[in-house]
């Protein structure tokens, strides 16, 4: 054993503490190493280090402190090989709003026994701005990363008003009691022993199980999960494989914000859990949900757990073979899923089922979902050329509100009717969806019958007494790369439209209008009796040289249900005069 690191080295080396890459254990020596750190990095260099027992670390009562920063010489060379049962490292709260923060490993392994139950890498509660950078998480026999709920954390808040007599707690500095939830204990000067939230009313009042007996404004103590035990997770060039629970797992709810760059979450028991917000941005997460089953099994799971998740983004990303469903949306506002691709396999030992079945399911069987203001946009959905092999690319799942769904330009390879379906509604006919195919630009011979067409169809549901707005795919105008002598300046275009309407009440009216480069051609329509109606549009239009995409409006005067509405339109040039 050499000397111990001096206080004013920049960084710490285990093997100063007595850890040694042998096959002994290092438990002790990584310890004091974190221990005396005090904010610097602990180095640990080439090798494989076997710890028999936990480490932990946790944020003082008092302020924020440094988390622990380890950093190896690589993937699969520095190597801390993790023999107990627990987690190998767990960062710790005592008191709410008090962190460790600026953690970080990286380029190393963590690699545990799969043959231990409930064995993690990493727990975080209070683990502010954390960093796993390229490092590999394999082989525990739990979940790799987790967030864990936590029920034992106080949290000081200040300036909350009481009234003797009262049930009503109030804080009109900043509010914030929207953090609580309902059942947390509460205690403070003249709260009753015993208190617990009963109704959040608002971000400035909460209702409380029994009257306070002061009148003053003082702190309260709250005891349980907020978004006071909160981790901010920054994950990046980094592999989780081949443990046997969740890849990550959010817990906590409000708890767990992940942010995530170039990462790969394969072959875990589950997927990635996120119960807050997140942004997902390139990587793979493929072959996950082995050991789950019903909900829990999919690539990425966003669920409502002590909170609402808000403001998801998913970019890039693969997915490929997760049980399941390779995304699950049981509760979200606000999120963009762009440019991802999700494959589907059959299974190759009984030949009869999908791997998965489904795409993006948006629901869940934990109670009612509640998903609004979704887009997907760009993203291909395949599954194997199977036939008879049922498949949903999109599916609505169970009791749920959906509103403001839209699929804007999917890509879909090898599905074949009937039973592999782009998007099913069933048993949600009436959830306000709409769903762009987007045609192609051609662009032929550049003379004075010059021929530029452009098309589109879209699927979308038209509440009563409402108008709706379908785009058409691209600007009108030619592709200079393509034309050899310039690109269309001005010209007479042709548009042809026709809308399929179902679902309608009795008696009803309406209009559709063509806009395009701020010109307007409008169409009236009435249904007498009839359910079901078809529109058939035709409209010369002089234009100049297009600059945005036209689009066609259609509007319900009144009515009542939703109607569903299958668009098709098409665009033609019948003379076009060129510059250049």
């Given amino acids: 054993m050499t000397s111990p690191s001096s206080p004013y080295s920049p960084y710490i080396n285990v093997m100063d503490y007595g850890a040694l890459p042998d096959g002994s254990d290092s438990t002790s020596a990584f310890a004091q190493a974190l221990t005396a750190a005090n904010g610097r990095p602990v180095f640990v260099p080439a090798g494989t280090f076997r710890l028999n027992g936990p480490l932990t670390v946790t944020a003082p009562v008092d302020n924020h402190g440094f988390g622990p920063q380890l950093f190896g010489e690589g993937k699969d060379i520095s190597i801390m090989d993790y023999r107990g049962t627990g987690t190998l490292l767990t960062c710790q709260q005592t008191v709410g709003y008090r962190f460790l923060k600026n953690g970080l490993i990286s380029n190393m392994t963590l690699t545990g026994k799969s043959d231990i139950p409930d064995q993690s890498a990493l727990s975080l509660t209070g683990a502010f701005d ?8 394999k082989n525990f026999g739990g979940d790799a990363v987790k967030s864990p709920l936590v029920s034992t954390i106080y949290t000081e808040m200040t300036d909350v008003s009481k009234t003797a007599g009262s049930n009503e707690l109030t804080r009109a500095a900043g509010g914030f009691l929207t953090r609580l939830s309902v059942g947390m204990g509460i205690s403070g000067p003249g709260v009753p022993v ?20 002061l009148t003053e404004v003082s702190s309260i103590y709250v005891i349980g999960n907020s978004d006071a035990i909160q981790s901010i997770l920054h994950v990046q060039d980094t592999e989780i494989i081949q443990n046997g629970g969740y890849g990550i797992a959010g817990y906590s709810g409000l708890g767990l914000i992940l942010y995530w760059k170039n990462t790969k979450v394969q072959a875990n028991g589950a997927g990635v859990l996120i119960g807050s917000g997140a942004d997902i941005d390139g990587g793979v997460i493929a072959g996950n949900g082995t050991a789950a089953s ?28 997760n ?3 390779q995304i699950r949306l049981e509760y979200l506002t606000n999120g963009l899923i762009e440019q991802c691709r999700f494959i589907s396999h059959l ?20 109670g009612a979902a509640a998903v609004a203001t979704v887009i997907l946009e760009q993203c291909s959905f395949r599954a194997d050329a199977q036939g008879g092999i049922a498949y949903d690319g999109i599916y609505l799942g169970d009791t749920g509100t959906y509103n403001n769904i839209t699929v804007d330009n999917p890509t879909w390879i090898t599905l074949t009717a009937p039973n592999q379906k782009k998007f099913n509604k069933y048993p949600h006919a009436d959830a306000n969806t709409r769903m762009y195919e987007l045609g192609k630009l051609t662009v032929g011979n550049p003379v004075s019958n010059g021929y530029v067409f452009a098309r589109g169809t879209a699927v979308v549901d038209l509440p009563a007494a409402t108008e709706t707005t379908i785009p ?17 300046n001005t010209g007479l275009w042709q548009f042809d439209v026709t809308i399929s309407l179902s679902d309608l009440g009795t008696t009803e009216t309406g209009t559709f209008s063509v806009i395009a480069n701020g010109a ?26 297009s600059t945005t995409p036209p689009v066609v409006k259609l509007r319900r005067n009144g009515g009542t249900g939703v109607a569903r509405v299958n668009f098709a339109a098409s665009s033609t040039t019948l003379y076009v005069s060129f510059i250049g």
């Fill in 323 to 325: 049980y399941g469903a």
């Fill in 194 to 213: 015993g208190s617990i939230v009963t109704q959040l009313v608002s971000d400035f009042i909460v209702k409380i199980s029994f009257p306070t007996t």
């Fill in 294 to 321: 019903g909900d829990q099994a999919a690539g990425l799971r966003v669920a409502r757990i002590n909170s609402g998740p808000q403001n998801l983004s998913v970019r890039k990303i693969e997915f490929d073979s």
């Fill in 347 to 366: 299974d190759g030992q009984t030949n009869t089922t999908m791997i998965p079945n489904k795409g993006v399911v948006f629901g869940g069987t934990l």
């Fill in 520 to 545: 307007v051609k409008t169409l009236s329509w009435a249904a007498n009796g009839q359910s079901s109606l078809t529109i058939n549009g035709s409209f010369p239009m002089i234009l100049s040289q």
């Fill in 472 to 488: 058409f795919p691209q600007v009108l105008r030619g592709d200079a790369t393509i034309l050899t002598t310039g690109i269309p």
């Fill in 130 to 137: 954390w960093y796993l950078n390229s490092i590999v998480i």
